[in-house]
């Protein structure tokens, strides 16, 4: 069945770093733009970064600009973020999800595929 699949996370200091992994099966992630959306508790949904599927645009939030990178590995089916200078404020659920990509877009449109979460939490 096709599914996303997410590693990479856990516990790290402030100002550390943690590198999360979306990794497609049963088919092919780079036909599809990826986000990164991000949920903790008592917050609302934030994305966080995208990749398109169109052009390899990007896209990041005010909130992670310049300390997040998102990137693809096409020939491993995945899709990762970097994720340097963590902050409290970036302990959430981290998802990665998989759609179709407008043209005039960089986040995709719609969501197909969703991984299941995986807890990143900063705190010393």
């Known amino acids: 069945q096709a599914q996303l699949v997410e590693s990479g996370g856990g516990l790290v200091q402030p100002g550390g770093s943690l590198r999360l992994s979306c990794t497609a099966s049963?088919?092919?992630?780079?036909?599809?733009?990826v986000a990164w959306i991000r949920q903790a508790p008592g917050k609302e949904r934030e994305g966080v970064s995208c990749?398109?599927?169109?052009?390899?645009?990007?896209y990041y939030a005010d909130s992670v600009k310049g300390r997040f990178t998102i990137s693809r590995d096409n020939a491993k089916n995945m899709v990762a973020l970097q994720m340097n200078s963590l902050k409290p404020e970036d302990t959430a659920v981290y998802y990665c999800?998989?759609?179709?990509?407008?043209?005039?877009?960089?986040?995709?449109?719609?969501?197909?595929?969703w991984g299941q979460g995986i807890q990143v939490t900063v705190s010393s």
């Open positions: 049963e088919f092919t992630l780079h036909y599809y733009g």
């Open positions: 990749i398109s599927s169109v052009d390899g645009s990007t």
């Open positions: 999800a998989a759609g179709p990509v407008g043209l005039d877009s960089t986040c995709p449109d719609e969501y197909y595929y």
